[in-house]
């Protein structure tokens, strides 16, 4: 398996509002830059929309490793909040609704076609990936403007 690795970021002006999401995915030192918005979300959505279009630009199945600085998706998936949401019908301990469960659906069929493991940064602190990811994710949604 090859190993690739991906840094994601989103971002959003207004909470919902427009959003972006940035994803830079290395293999073999060679870098790939993929992008996207949405004129009406939330920055949890970008934050998940950059993992999954980041998995799903992946031909082939990977080892992977994700670096975010979204505390969300990093300890949903580490601390294995999404599958207990699942295996309750997505409702969360408290019995309220488990959000955005469209796209954990989606993050997590690709969980199964991939090694993943997530890691996660402070984000806007000086690692190069997530600043880029970051200006990635801002000029996606300054382009909806």
């Known amino acids: ?3 690739v690795e991906i840094y994601t970021d989103g971002a959003c002006s207004g909470n919902p509002g427009m959003g972006g999401w940035g994803a830079i995915l290395v293999y073999n030192g060679i870098e790939k830059e993929i992008c996207g918005g949405d004129e009406q979300t939330t920055n949890n959505r970008m934050e998940l929309t950059a993992v999954i279009e ?3 630009a992946l031909k082939e199945p990977c080892n992977v490793t994700v670096t975010t600085d979204s505390k969300y998706v990093c300890d ?3 601390q294995e ?3 207990n949401w699942k295996r309750n019908g997505w409702r ?3 019995k309220k609704p488990a ?3 469209d796209l954990w659906e989606e993050l997590l069929a690709l ?3 991939h090694i993943v493991k997530f890691f996660w940064i402070k984000g806007h602190n000086g690692n ?3 600043e880029r990811c970051d200006k990635l994710a801002v000029n996606e949604y300054l382009k909806l403007k």
Do not use: Q
């Open 111 to 113: 969980l199964e076609r």
């Open 81 to 83: 909040w999404v599958y």
């Open 128 to 130: 190069p990936y997530n």
């Open 1 to 3: 398996m090859k190993n």
């Open 92 to 94: 969360k301990p408290d």
């Open 99 to 101: 959000l955005n469960v």
């Open 54 to 56: 980041a998995l799903k």
């Open 76 to 78: 949903a998936i580490n």
